[in-house]
């Protein structure tokens, strides 16, 4: 079993940057694939990024490429997300998830284990 616990989240500017981190608990942490996803105000939970177990096989929504960036760190049991040049749309909570599978998985109900979120804000 694993337990994620996000931080990093805040308010910032729109054109400002934040670094979401993931801490995960339990053993095995390099044998998930791990992931972003948001969910806005009145909006369903969207895919953000994920990355396969070894820190490959990354991809990013269409809306945040070129903004944002994942990564992991095994040996710290951390996964990322860099987000820059933040927009007001960006504002949402964010939260990180995780599935023992090597695919890549975009389908928020295919991951197994998720935090309770962390909360960014972009002010226009």
């Known amino acids: 079993q694993v337990q994620l616990v996000e931080s990093g989240g805040g308010l910032v500017q729109a054109g400002g940057s934040l670094r979401l981190s993931c801490v995960a608990s339990g053993r095995a942490f390099g044998g998930y694939r791990l992931g972003w996803f948001r969910q806005g105000p009145g909006n369903e939970r969207e895919f953000v990024a994920t990355?396969?177990?070894?820190?490959?096989?990354?991809d990013l929504a269409d809306s945040v490429k070129g903004r944002f960036s994942i990564s992991r760190d095994n040996a710290k049991n951390t996964m990322y997300l860099q987000m820059n040049n933040l927009k007001p749309e960006d504002t949402a909570v964010y939260y990180c998830?995780?599935?023992?599978?090597?695919?890549?998985?975009?389908?928020?109900?295919?991951?197994?284990?998720w935090g309770q979120g962390t909360q960014v804000t972009v002010s226009s």
């Open positions: 998830a995780a599935v023992r599978r090597a695919t890549t998985i975009i389908k928020a109900d295919e991951y197994t284990y």
């Open positions: 990355i396969g177990m070894s820190g490959s096989l990354a």
